[in-house]
């Protein structure tokens, strides 16, 4: 079993290039294997500042646009997910087979950030969304230390696949 993608464009300011969705699947694989993923569907929407100002208030009870967010679905909604590690062995079965979850990417603020930071639309895109899936396997960035190892782990990956700053 692999890692899948599925996607939708929900936003009209960007049609979103098919070598894209190519570059996102090998993140999705680069990323799965680097932590022990080896099966799961992950849904991606892109999406505009508007939509994700108001999922970001409704679900997070933050009132502005943000960047991406993520809905793990293995999540009780009380507490963030423990960190999956890689199974131990070929006889344990992989404990989040099936849907992980969800990533939501609004395109607006990403073109944004990627001409504030001085990179490409695509690699902004591309770290949005390695940084939404480590969101959906457990990982967070609420004191330092953890926002480290997040950093560390999304530069690795998105080094592999040839989108350095």
Not at 2 to 31: D, F, M, V, Y
């Amino acid at each position: 079993m692999s890692l899948q993608l599925g996607w939708s464009n929900e936003q009209e300011r960007l049609e979103i290039p098919e070598h894209w969705i190519t570059k996102l699947e090998q993140l999705l694989q680069l990323a799965g294997e680097a932590e022990g993923i080896t099966g799961g569907e992950v849904s991606l929407t892109f999406t505009n500042d508007e939509e994700i100002h108001q999922l970001n208030r409704e679900y997070r009870g933050i009132d502005r646009p943000t960047d991406v967010l993520s809905f793990a679905m293995q999540d009780d909604g009380v507490e963030e997910l423990d960190i999956i590690f890689e199974v131990e062995s070929e006889d344990e079965v992989d404990p989040i087979s099936g849907m992980l979850g969800d990533i939501i990417i609004s395109v607006d603020t990403a073109e944004a950030q990627s001409e504030e930071y001085g990179h490409s639309l695509e690699r902004e895109i591309g770290f949005l969304f390695v940084h939404g899936f480590l969101h959906l396997i457990g990982y967070d960035h609420q004191d330092d230390a953890a926002e480290a190892e997040m950093t560390a782990k999304q530069e690795a990956i998105l080094q592999q696949a040839g989108l350095s700053r």
